[in-house]
């Protein structure tokens, strides 16, 4: 009996350890649905930034997605335009989405860039996508 109890035991602990090291989700899945369902998210940017003393600046955001669709960890890794009221619309956006499920027990974590320049709606470019 106890040897039966001890092989089910090592089983879910082998089983626990191969579902947390299975491979991420995809992070292109990602940033291609919120490419697609920022809105009128960019126009509100370029409203909000004044690049009087600058003649460029860019926003790196980084946050995850779970196999539910739901976001988590938003944070900024880059600011160089220094807007805390970007920063806080850029978050808020980010939290109100719910994007398609990956596999099950995955993340998919990508790092996104909103460029600036004087005189140009704000680009934006994936940056560093991570698994």
Not at 69 to 84: A, K, W
Not at 95 to 106: A, E, G, I, R
Request: net charge positive.
């Amino acid at each position: 009996m106890k040897t039966i109890l001890f092989y089910s035991l090592l089983i879910c602990i082998t089983s626990g350890c191969a579902i947390t090291h299975k491979r991420g989700g995809d992070a292109q899945v990602a940033v291609d649905y919120y490419i697609q369902n920022r809105g009128s998210l960019p126009n509100e940017l370029s409203k909000m930034v004044n690049l009087d003393r600058l003649n460029e600046a860019d926003v790196t955001l980084q946050w995850s997605v779970n196999d539910k669709g739901e976001v988590q960890d938003v944070s900024i890794e880059h600011d160089s335009l220094g807007n805390e009221n970007v920063n806080t619309l850029l978050i808020e956006h980010l939290k109100s989405l719910k994007f398609p499920k990956s596999p099950k027990f995955t993340t998919a974590t990508v790092e996104y860039t909103y460029k600036f320049q004087k005189g140009a709606s704000p680009s934006v470019a994936p940056k560093n996508l991570k698994r």
